[in-house]
């Protein structure tokens, strides 16, 4: 079993729409939580951070994390063709970061 | 600017050759992974290097080997290349400490194994 488990999606939306998308993690001892963006061809990038748990919002960004049930959220408002993307949550495990399958967001002009 | 190179960006090969892709990153980080990516499994670990001289194996190891002589290179060598190592291969390097979450990557390279 995968450390950091993601629905592979892949997930369409309509331009506007607010995207959802989820992780969950096996290891207690994980304390940094990352959301990394793909676009096509290209090498992930980190689109965001948060430590332990809570939440943390960055523009139309908002990143989520609740350890107590081992889920890591991801929220795109207003979401817009240029986020049509590869989404990956990862969590940090002693500097080595185990990744989720990543979900593929498609937004719809 | 600091970057991370990957080299070739695409390679054919057969089955049995050695392979060797070149990372080069030029941010003096101590850290540097390598990773593979594939439909529905996301990336995953194939070796790591906390720095110069060491290197440790990640989740998918085997028939893959790294050497670290340098902060600047960590090149991934598969000894007999097979089938199953067709995939997209990514370099990543990050600082050590409270910020290794942030792993910088390189472009990918694409391996065909044929």
């Known amino acids: 079993q995968k450390e950091v488990e993601q629905d592979p999606g892949p997930l369409s939306v309509p331009e506007g729409a607010i995207v959802s998308l989820n992780c969950t993690y096996s290891n207690s001892a994980f304390q940094y939580f990352m959301w990394y963006r793909q676009y096509s061809r290209k090498g992930p990038e980190l689109l965001m951070y948060?430590?332990?748990?809570g939440n943390k919002e960055d523009g139309r960004f908002t990143a989520q994390v609740d350890k107590s049930s081992k889920y890591i959220s991801l929220f795109i408002r207003d979401s817009q063709p240029s986020d049509s993307a590869t989404y990956l949550c990862?969590?940090?495990?002693?500097?080595?970061?185990?990744f989720g399958a990543g979900t593929t967001v498609t937004v719809r002009a | 600017d600091a970057e991370i190179t990957q080299s070739p960006r695409h390679k054919i090969t057969e089955t049995g050759r050695q392979v060797t892709l070149a990372c080069h990153q030029t941010?003096?980080?101590?850290?540097m992974f390598w990773y593979r990516q594939d439909l529905g499994h996301g990336l995953r670990l194939i070796h790591y290097?906390?720095?110069?001289?060491?290197?440790n194996k990640g989740e998918v190891s085997d028939g893959y080997s790294v050497s670290r002589s340098n902060t600047e290179d960590l090149p991934l060598t598969l000894e007999s290349a097979a089938s199953s190592q067709t995939s997209v291969y990514f370099c990543a390097s990050s600082e050590p400490g409270r910020s290794s979450y942030e792993q910088y990557f390189g472009p990918g390279t694409r391996l065909t194994v044929t």
């Open positions: 990862a969590a940090d495990n002693d500097y080595k970061l185990s």
């Open positions: 948060t430590y332990s748990s």
């Open positions: 941010w003096n980080h101590n850290n």
């Open positions: 290097s906390y720095g110069v001289q060491d290197t």
